[in-house]
C-alpha cells in the first residue's frame, strides 16, 4: 500500500487531495494544525488507512522526526510527499510589510517544506519515494505585494530541483516534481479578494463570473498526472 503524506488538509485544496488519495485506495497521513471532524472520525475507524499528526508549519519545532515520519508508513510500497499547506499572506508593498507575517509566511511556505522534506528522505531511505511541492505561477512572474508569497514559492521550486539533482541516480527512485495548480475557489482565493494589489481585479473578476474551479477538480488532475502516472523527475 502506497503512503502518501498531505500537509495542510482541513480545508481547500488539502482536503480535496485527502479525499483524492482515500478514494485511489492510498494510505493518507495528514499533517497540520487542526483537522476536520470527519477526519478525525476515519483516523479512529481506520488506523491502517489514516494517520493524523498535529504539527504548526509555523513552528519548525513542531515538525514531525523522521522517525515519526517512518511510524504512519505502511509496511512497504511507494511513500509520498505532498506538501500543499501555504500562506498568501501579507499582500503589502515592501516597506509596509509585517515583519512577524514575513516571517511567518517564509517558515510555512519555505522552510518548514525544507525541513520536512529533510525529514521524509530520511525516514524514506530504502523505499521508492516522490515529493510533490505545490507552488504557484506566482513563483515565475512578477505579482506587487505579493513579495513573500511569491519569493518562497520560487525558492521552493530552485530547492525542489536541487533535490531531485542530488537523487538523480538514487535507488530505488526519488521522483520529484513542482506543481502549480492554478486559481481555484478556495479561502486563499477568498483572502486576496479582501485585499490590496494592482492585479486584484482579475481574481475579483474569475470569482464574480464563476470561473475558479473547484478544488476537488485540481486535485483529481494533480493526482492523476503524478501519482497514478510515471511522472518525470524535473
Known sequence: MRTVIVTGVSRGL????????????????????????AQDDLALQEPARVALLTANLSDPSTL??????????APDGEVVLIHNAGTVTPVAPVGALPADEVATSITVNLTAPILLTNAFLAAAAGRAARVLFVSSGAAGRTIENWSAYSTAKRGGEFFMEILAAENAHREPPLTVASVNPGV??????????????PAKSRYVGLHERGELPDPATVAERIIREHLLTSSPQI
Open 64 to 73: 514531525p522526526t523522521p522517525e515519526a515520519l517512518r511510524e504512519t508508513f
Open 14 to 37: 488539502g482536503a480535496a487531495l485527502f479525499e483524492q488519495v482515500i478514494a485511489a485506495g492510498d494510505r493518507i497521513v495528514g499533517i497540520g494544525r487542526s483537522f476536520t471532524g
Open 184 to 197: 481555484m475557489d478556495t479561502d486563499m482565493q477568498a483572502a486576496l479578494r479582501d485585499a490590496e494589489f
